[in-house]
């Protein structure tokens, strides 16, 4: 079973901090994603990465950064938390070859608050 | 980026009957995904689509990869409490965009 685990489920983090997500997938993918997730907004992408070391602008990057040290590991950076980044975050995975690219597995979520 | 108009938003079915959702693109699409995601959880993979006309199936539930590649359909048949959840579209042309769901509540 393909297993994509997120650092954690919820998270309450004050205006002005640095907040770190982190994604661990068990499965060799090559290809990660990070997504927020907001109500009536639907699936929004804010990085993603075809390689370690390699990254890529979604459509909402602005506030955001990431890191991808290892095959593995993909993690979100929010460099200064604002409150308007309050939003379920979803990270995901997929392989990088034949159909199998477009199949993407996500993680559990982690629920941000920022106040 | 482009959303997916995914239809009806919600769905309030008596256990038994049979649930019919589907998701409209203004754009053609070459891969349809269908997640299921329950309260606090990730999307779950249900079934995915790789070729215009292409029907698929997995246990009760079936999808349908539109013969325009501008939309897909899900069926599910003889719902079941277990079904409740938020069902949601995904396609891919370079990119990935996703539905805003259609919630799921089966009534015992």
């Known amino acids: 079973d393909v297993k994509v685990t997120q650092s954690s489920r919820y998270l309450v983090k004050r205006t002005g901090e640095k907040v770190f997500l982190e994604c661990v997938q068990d499965?060799?993918?090559?290809?990660m994603f990070w997504y927020r997730q907001d109500p009536g907004l639907g699936l929004r992408l804010i990085y993603f990465s075809y390689d370690v070391k390699m990254k890529e602008k979604g459509d909402i990057p602005e506030g955001y950064s990431v890191s991808r040290e290892k095959k593995e590991r993909f993690s979100l950076i929010l460099e200064s938390a604002s409150t308007n980044q309050t939003s379920m975050y979803l990270c995901?995975?997929?392989?990088?070859?034949?159909?199998?690219?477009?199949?993407?597995?996500f993680g559990p979520g982690t629920r941000l608050t920022v106040t | 980026g482009q959303q997916l108009n995914q239809s009806p938003q919600s769905m309030f079915i008596q256990e038994g009957e049979d649930v019919s959702m589907n998701c409209t693109s203004s754009?053609?699409?070459?891969?349809w995904l269908w997640y299921k995601q329950d309260p606090g959880e990730g999307p779950v993979l249900l079934i995915a689509l790789y070729k215009a006309g292409e029907l698929t199936s997995n246990g009760r539930l079936t999808a349908q990869f539109g013969i325009t590649r501008k939309d897909s359909f899900l069926n599910i048949s003889a719902s079941i409490p277990s079904d409740v959840g938020i069902y949601f579209c995904?396609?891919?042309?370079?990119?990935?965009?996703f539905g805003t769901g259609t919630s799921l509540t089966v009534i015992p």
């Open positions: 995904a396609g891919n042309w370079n990119q990935f965009y």
């Open positions: 995901a995975s997929s392989f990088s070859g034949g159909t199998s690219v477009y199949e993407q597995y």
């Open positions: 499965m060799d993918h090559e290809n």
């Open positions: 754009s053609i699409f070459n891969t």
